[in-house]
């Protein structure tokens, strides 16, 4: 079936990396975007860019360029989120989503139709 | 940046109850709006998308309505797997911004 697994928890200090996978299963990887939000305690969805897993072509939003760096690896289906220099703000679920899209002549509409279950990052001295 | 607004922020509602959703953009995004579940601890699922098309596998008690700026989601009888919150997420210009959320929880 299709699925994304995320890697598990992580608990970093202040100033450290953290580095998130999201491995593909039961679909072309290459065919679709890959998202990646972010979830602050307590809080909403944030949307923090994607990438194009056919060219590793990155797209950030507002606010997460910089510390924060999208890869692939598509000879093993992977989705990585690397974030640098951890904050205490940092600490967030981090969920991959699929791009998926409706044909619709003539627009195409995109959606997230499939969701890794998250990566809970947390940073604390 | 499109802003996306809901209301009610949270609403109480009972099994059975026909339970309405708004959400509204900072512009038109024409019908490029979906919809999601989140439950605790979970990851978000979609029910909508592209305002009123139902996704595979979602029950038909959820629909979707609207275009431009004003949209709906409604739960024509809310169950008890519904207790939920939903988001709304535009789709029509980057960044992808999702609504605050609404929470339905049991009256």
């Known amino acids: 079936q299709v699925q994304l697994v995320q890697s598990g928890s992580e608990l970093k200090k202040p100033g450290a990396s953290v580095k998130v996978s999201c491995k593909a299963s039961?679909?072309?990887?290459?065919?679709?975007?890959l998202n990646w939000v972010r979830q602050a305690p307590g809080q909403g969805l944030e949307w923090m860019g994607w990438i194009n897993t056919n060219t590793g072509n990155p797209t950030y939003a507002q606010g997460f360029a910089g510390r924060f760096v999208f890869s692939v690896d598509t000879s093993v289906s992977t989705a990585y989120l690397q974030i640098s220099s951890l904050k205490a703000e940092d600490t967030a679920v981090y969920y991959c989503a699929r791009e998926g899209i409706a044909a619709r002549d003539p627009e195409d509409y995109y959606y997230m139709d499939v969701w890794g279950k998250g990566t809970t990052v947390t940073v604390s001295s | 940046d499109i802003q996306m607004t809901q209301s009610p922020s949270s609403l109480s509602a009972s099994v059975g109850d026909r339970v309405t959703i708004t959400c509204r953009a900072s512009q038109s995004i024409s019908n490029y709006l979906n919809w999601y579940q989140q439950k605790p601890g979970k990851a978000p699922k979609l029910l909508i998308y592209?305002?009123?098309s139902l996704q595979s596998g979602v029950p038909s008690r959820f629909s979707g309505s609207g275009s431009g700026t004003d949209f709906t989601l409604t739960i024509s009888s809310l169950q008890p797997e519904d207790f939920a919150t939903y988001y709304c997420?535009?789709?029509?210009?980057?960044?992808?911004?999702f609504g605050p959320g609404t929470k339905v929880d049991v009256k």
């Open positions: 039961g679909y072309t990887f290459t065919n679709y975007v």
């Open positions: 997420q535009q789709s029509y210009n980057a960044p992808f911004t």
């Open positions: 592209a305002a009123s």
